[in-house]
């Protein structure tokens, strides 16, 4: 990690944009994700039979709900409504927020600047976690999936683009927080800077050739660049 790139990168930023699943909250820790899709992919199936041919071996619920929703969005209304009782549920046994994720929020609030989360997650079970671990007053928007519009999902910067709106805030004085590469794509598709959190080796890479302005495996170090200077 270059702890110079993840200073600049966060310095400019008037708005730090949080990604959910990996930055504040580990979703599936507790509820793992491949049964929440099979059982996704059952219920379309009986909804649509043709579905279960689609959707079979698809271990993530957030591609079940997208490709339901292309073949059928009747059902794919469906398996919205379903999934978001699943990410309510998952993210009640999820445990505790990721480590250094409470630090980061407060650091945000502590410099002056505002928090908002920006995910493909549905906004209830946000909330519901942020609520649960008393850390809404950390956050001033929650920007979750569109229901019924699963193409407005990250990569798309649907979501970041209403977070800064809802702020009144130009995108290119937000910086994006996030675990995938479709964060990545989201920020930059708008001109906002993103940082990369590589909670898994492999993502390291992949995030300096999307070229993440700051890559780092600890939201602890990013904790530590929000936080404001001595002497500033």
Do not use: Y
Not at 75 to 96: D, M, N, Q
Not at 124 to 129: G, M, S
Not at 152 to 158: A, D, Q, S, V, Y
Not at 201 to 215: C, D, M, N, S, T
């Amino acid at each position: 990690m270059d702890t110079e790139d993840l200073n600049a990168a966060l310095a400019g930023a008037s708005v730090v944009l949080f990604d959910f699943d990996g930055p504040i909250c580990d979703v599936f820790a507790g509820r793992p994700a491949d049964q929440v899709a099979r059982d996704l992919t059952k219920l379309a199936a009986e909804g649509n039979p043709e579905l279960e041919e689609t959707l079979s071996g698809i271990d993530d619920p957030l591609e079940v709900l997208r490709l339901t929703h292309e073949a059928d969005d009747a059902v794919g209304l469906e398996i919205e409504r379903a999934l978001i009782a699943a990410e309510v549920e998952a993210v009640g046994v999820a445990g505790e927020p990721v480590s250094g994720a409470v630090a980061s929020l407060e650091a945000v609030r502590a410099s002056g600047r505002g928090a908002a989360v920006v995910s493909n997650n549905s906004a209830e079970a946000v909330r519901a976690f942020l609520d649960r671990h008393g850390l809404s007053d950390q956050v001033l928007t929650i920007v979750g999936r569109p229901e019924g519009h699963p193409e407005l999902m990250k990569p798309n910067p649907h979501s970041l683009i209403a977070a800064a709106e809802h702020l009144d805030v130009d995108v290119s004085l937000c910086t994006l927080i996030g675990d995938s590469l479709t964060d990545i794509q989201a920020a930059h598709a708008i001109g906002s800077a993103a940082v990369g959190f590589a909670n898994k080796p492999h993502k390291h890479q992949l995030f300096v050739e999307a070229g993440a302005e700051a890559v780092t495996d600890s939201m602890h170090a990013i904790a530590q660049a929000i936080s404001p200077q001595p002497g500033t």
